[in-house]
Each structure stands twice: as structure tokens, then as C-alpha cells.
């Protein structure tokens, strides 16, 4: 199982990035897939969530309050990707950015299965 993210980067306050986290290894639309950060000094905290494609929930998506209507999740199971579109970027949304994988869906936040290694995102003040 390989998680691989991408898209981190410096913009400044105020601007947008586009994260990409890409799956192998497993089967991915059936994989509840999260967005977590960590900021340096501070807990990893979880973002936001898209649940798997399959089942009830299949592609429901979840957002912590602090993101919500900045950030957008989506999947394209297609090309075994999540993207994590943020907006209106502020310093307090600067950290390593991690995208995890799990099976049992989102409520499983921290204690997913599988994580990837991060991307960096440093918003300028």
C-alpha cells in the first residue's frame, strides 16, 4: 500500500493550492480516504474526509469547522486520487499535510490504516 501526496507549496494569505493524494496497492474506491495537517509544535488534526465509493455513505465528505467552506475533498477513483482544493489560505493553515487510508471510513480520523509521508504548505502572512 503506497500513499503518495502532492501540490504543497508557498502562497501567499489569501491564496489557493490543490493537493493530490495518490493510492496503489490497494483497492482505492473502496477506501474512505482523509486529509490531515500538522503544524510544527502542534497535534496532527484531521481536515477533511471523503468516504469510500461503496455502501450508504459511498462519497459522502466530511470537513473539520476550521476549513469548512474553504476547502473542497474530492476523488477520481479513476485515476486512484483524492484532492484537497484549499482557498482563502491563512498562516494558522500552514503545515505538513497528510492524506491516510482506511477501509472502516472516516470515522476512524487518526487510527487509519495507511498514511502517506506529507507535503508541505507555507502560507505567508
Known amino acids: 500500500v503506497r500513499l503518495v501526496e502532492s501540490g504543497g507549496g508557498l502562497v501567499p494569505s489569501g491564496g489557493s493550492l490543490r493537493l493530490s493524494c495518490v493510492g496503489s496497492?490497494?483497492?482505492?474506491?473502496?477506501?474512505?480516504i482523509g486529509w490531515f495537517r500538522q503544524a510544527p509544535g502542534k497535534e496532527r488534526e484531521g481536515t477533511s474526509c471523503v468516504s469510500s465509493s461503496v455502501g450508504s455513505l459511498a462519497g459522502t465528505s466530511y470537513y473539520a469547522d476550521s476549513v469548512k467552506g474553504r476547502f473542497t475533498i474530492s476523488r477520481d477513483n479513476a485515476k486512484n486520487t483524492v484532492y484537497l482544493e484549499m482557498n482563502s489560505l491563512t498562516p494558522e493553515d500552514a503545515g505538513v499535510y497528510y492524506c491516510?487510508?482506511?477501509?472502516?471510513?472516516?470515522?476512524?480520523?487518526?487510527?487509519?490504516?495507511?498514511w502517506g509521508k506529507g507535503t508541505l504548505v507555507t502560507v505567508s502572512s
Open positions: 491516510a487510508a482506511d477501509r472502516a471510513g472516516c470515522h476512524r480520523r487518526d487510527a487509519m490504516d495507511y
Open positions: 496497492g490497494f483497492t482505492f474506491d473502496r477506501y474512505a
